[in-house]
């Protein structure tokens, strides 16, 4: 339910992509036969039928059920041996999604989006390389960056050893036949635009000090208002070639002969139907994020606009109103999705733009 009917596309561009998908690990993995997983799968069964049927009794169970869940995963974060499991860091990432389904408190899934990435630092990068851990990784990457947008601040994956690993891991997988030219085309977009919360961060930093900022590198140096234009205009001409090519991309003509385009492996690694709209998807992600960039440069360029890059609110972040009034109308229907129903506004903007389109207060 929750991969092919709230974010289909999602899940058809990775699924196929990875050892071993979350629905998969949830199903047959041995390590998720539990009674955490089975109240997870009970708590989020018990809401879609309410949802569907708006039955708020039913709600109401979930929403206990989510409560217990609480309790399972204080358990498991407290055992030195399990807290920095699969089953513990798949059950955080489960509930910042059942936080942005349930809307009960629009902020709550800031907090456990928090606790996830806690976990995945105490766990290191090198972990997530491969098997069900890069799984995870690529399963929250997009909330990671939506959050660092959000609240204007570093993306802890833009960091070199995460960074390090997102390059190995996808080089792995095209030496495994993983790979085709639109996941090529999403992993160059995912290494640039985690990269752009760092560079709003510095703006706000320069204009806000009126003075020059030490380097990354904590070696001593200094970064001028120049080479950040520079670093900007740098990630701009990348993202500007990307955007020509997610236009084609989703202009594709989905047959036979020009599927070949996109995914030239002998069986598919995503389905074709999708291949289009998850190309569109990331299209709306780099535009949002070129936009961004072009609107510090202006910023750069004035000396008394320092005030134009503002400061997150203070954790008052939230999901955008468009993708949950969607994502409620998607339960509703009870369908599962073809590429002629996937319209803007759906979950899939949280992960396939990078999460530059899912939060309101982004730019």
């Excluded at 289909?8 to 199903?27: H, L, S």
């Excluded at 109401?60 to 409560?67: A, F, K, N, T």
């Amino acid at each position: 339910m929750v991969s092919t009917i709230l974010f289909p596309a999602t899940y058809a561009a990775f699924y196929k992509r990875v050892d071993q998908d979350i629905t998969a690990f949830v199903r047959d993995d041995q390590r998720a036969q539990c009674p955490a997983m089975e109240w997870m799968v009970r708590c989020y069964v018990t809401w879609y039928i309410a949802k569907r049927n708006n039955d708020n009794e039913r709600l109401d169970q979930s929403r206990y059920i989510y409560g217990v869940l609480l309790r399972y995963l204080r358990g498991i974060l407290d055992h030195p041996r399990q807290r920095q499991s699969d089953v513990a860091v798949v059950i955080a990432v489960l509930l910042v999604l059942y936080e942005l389904f349930d809307e009960s408190s629009p902020e709550a899934w800031l907090v456990h989006l928090k606790g996830v990435k806690e976990l995945l630092r105490q766990r290191g990068a090198n972990v997530h390389l491969k098997g069900f851990s890069r799984t995870l990784l690529l399963t929250c990457r997009g909330f990671f960056i939506a959050e660092a947008f959000a609240m204007q601040e570093d993306c802890f994956l833009a960091e070199s050893a995460w960074m390090a690993v997102s390059k190995k891991a996808f080089e792995r997988e095209e030496r495994a036949g993983r790979g085709c030219r639109l996941v090529s085309l999403i992993d160059k977009a995912y290494r640039e635009i985690v990269r752009v919360p760092g560079l709003v961060v510095q703006v706000r930093s320069v204009m806000g000090s009126g003075c020059e900022l030490r380097n990354d590198d904590g070696v001593g140096g200094w970064s001028s208002r120049e080479e950040i234009r520079a670093k900007i205009q740098r990630s701009l001409a990348v993202l500007r070639r990307l955007r020509r090519s997610f236009t084609c991309a989703a202009e594709l003509d989905v047959t036979p002969g020009r599927v070949a385009d996109l995914d030239s492996n002998s069986e598919p690694l995503i389905d074709v139907r999708y291949l289009p709209e998850i190309a569109r998807y990331n299209l709306h992600g780099v535009c949002a994020v070129e936009g961004l960039l072009d609107r510090l440069i202006e910023t750069l360029g004035d000396e008394n606009n320092g005030t134009s890059v503002q400061r997150g609110s203070g954790g008052r972040v939230a999901i955008s109103e468009r993708i949950r009034r969607d994502t409620t109308a998607i339960v509703k229907s009870g369908r599962t999705l073809g590429s002629s129903l996937l319209a803007g506004g759906s979950m899939d903007d949280m992960f396939l733009t990078m999460g530059a389109m899912a939060i309101g207060t982004a730019t």
